[in-house]
């Protein structure tokens, strides 16, 4: 399968402070970014759906001001977490879709995990 | 609604064979994933059928029925590091990845 790169894998931040997670696929011109996040023993949690070039589109209860998502190029997603706070504290991972002869892989990268004290 | 089922949770022998189904009844059908998912760590793609019938992947197989709503992840000669959860997703007609709950497969010695 194609291959899909995420960093950092993990990081720490203080209450207030920002954090930029960059999300690329490697092999392969991704059509469609997925954000997701997920925490211990539950399901995956779609948070936004972005095209290269344009503006996110975020599911309900995700706050866009917050969860700042820029899809610059065909493989390259990242996802900003704006004045981060504890309960933000969660496994985010990315995802990519490539789109070929009505087929439609969609491939995740290694995840990275926030900390927010 | 749109819903996919798959079992809970299974259980099998190292070195036997196992089937996980999925049934779906979705709005619209672009494709069926199966991804792999260990503990901690983001799901890993194992397959992707969009026409009907069976894809074998070394000791990973997966088979759909588009007319019956019906997909099977088959896996052979079992290894511990097998143990995990598998999902099951089904990009809809507007594009939309629906997922399954997930069935966590244990095997034991």
Redesign the interface.
Known sequence: ??VVS?HPSRVICKSGTSVKIECRSLDFQAT?M?WYRQFPKK??M?MATSNEGSKATYEQGVEKDKFLINHASLTLSTLTVTSAHPEDSS?Y?CSARGARE??????????TRLTVT | GQNIDQPTEMTATEGAIVQINCTYQTSGFNGLFWYQQHAGEAPTFLSYNVLDGLEEKGRFSSFLSRSKGYSYLLLKELQMKDSASYLCAVLDSNYQLIWGAGTKLIIKP
Do not use: H, N, V
């Open positions: 399968g194609a995420q469609t997925f399901s995956l779609l496994f991972i009505g087929r439609y892989e969609q491939y995740f990268g290694p995840g």
